[in-house]
């Protein structure tokens, strides 16, 4: 089967009953079996939310760089960065201890800031441009696919390699090894271009207190053979027990019900006293939105 670049392909598939596989869905199936089936399986995501500021901060993040990249106009991209973020920005709270004003961190003018110490620092950095922002799936064993959408695949003198962008006020709590997601990312770029290829993550820190400087990283790495055929071996592992619950149609809970210390958002249906009330509950608190591995949301 050849390598997937058309979205469209990828909605033909499912609708075909083949299961694609992201690092979204697998994380929630490593997470809670039970929140997989109802993001995944049912579609369901919550009707009215509150705004994540740090999620869409991330996303209009990345939307500038992958404008910026080719263009290297940084004007223009911070206008759209300031454009897209504004609806989304954090606003300054009241302390409730204190009654003090908090500033917020989520906002246009950081994000500004943010984003002009990143094309300063690295504007002069010379590459090939390979693929920005490709939406890819490439069929991992017979009947299964795995997808992702990759930042950017860019060659330098050191050789070929993907790199992908992370916002987060986290930024010294990620591992890149091992990691299901950057093994996907190179299993895909390698299928994709059929070289070899490593993997850079590129650290967008956030952070109220830390100099911009600061939180700009870059981090190489790469893995073995026998470490892919680890993480392979694993995933199909993974997605054969999604199988059996699926035939099952039982879903066990796995009470990891703080996900990024926030309430998951099936919290609801999980701690329903009557089974007979679930149905109405799912009615009036969600709305059916099947994820797109391929959206940049
Ligand atoms: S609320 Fe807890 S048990 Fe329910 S789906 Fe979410 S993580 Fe799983």
New binding site residues.
């Given amino acids: 089967m050849p390598l997937i670049e058309d979205p469209k392909t990828i909605m033909d598939l499912r609708a075909n009953g083949i299961r694609v596989y992201d690092y979204s869905s697998i994380a929630w199936s490593i ?2 079996p ?2 997989f089936k ?1 993001r995944h399986e049912m579609g369901l995501t919550l009707t009215s939310t509150e705004i994540n500021h740090s999620l869409e901060f991330g996303r209009c993040i990345h939307k500038t760089l992958q404008f910026w990249y080719p263009t290297r106009k940084d004007d223009e991209a911070l206008l759209m960065f300031a454009r897209d973020f504004k609806p989304f920005e954090e606003q300054p709270t009241m302390s409730p201890k204190t009654g003090k004003i908090l500033d917020a961190t989520y906002t246009v003018r950081f994000g500004c800031s943010l984003l002009d110490a990143y094309f300063t620092r690295y504007r002069d950095e010379s590459f090939e441009l390979i693929q920005n922002e490709i939406p890819v799936a490439e069929e991992l064993v017979e009947g299964v696919y795995v997808s992702g959408r990759i930042d950017k695949i860019l060659r330098q003198p050191k050789g070929l390699f993907f790199r992908d962008h992370k916002t987060s006020k986290y930024m010294d709590k990620y591992t890149t090894n091992p990691s299901p997601q950057f093994m996907g990312y190179k299993f895909l770029t390698e299928k994709l271009t059929g070289q070899h290829a490593s993997g850079e993550l590129d650290m967008i820190g956030v952070s109220k207190t830390k100099d911009l400087a600061s939180l700009l990283r870059r981090e190489p790495f790469d893995y073995t053979p026998y470490q892919m055929s680890q993480w392979k071996a694993s995933l199909v592992a993974q997605i054969k027990q999604l199988e059996v619950y699926r035939e099952a149609n039982f879903w066990p ?5 703080k996900p990024f210390f926030r309430d ?1 958002m ?2 609801p249906l ?1 701690t329903l006293a009557r089974g007979e009330e679930h149905d109405g509950l799912v009615a009036n608190l969600y709305t059916i939105h099947f994820w797109d591995p391929f959206s940049i949301d």
């Fill in positions: 997470n809670c039970r929140g109802y809970q796995f009470w990891n019900c998951c099936y919290l999980c």
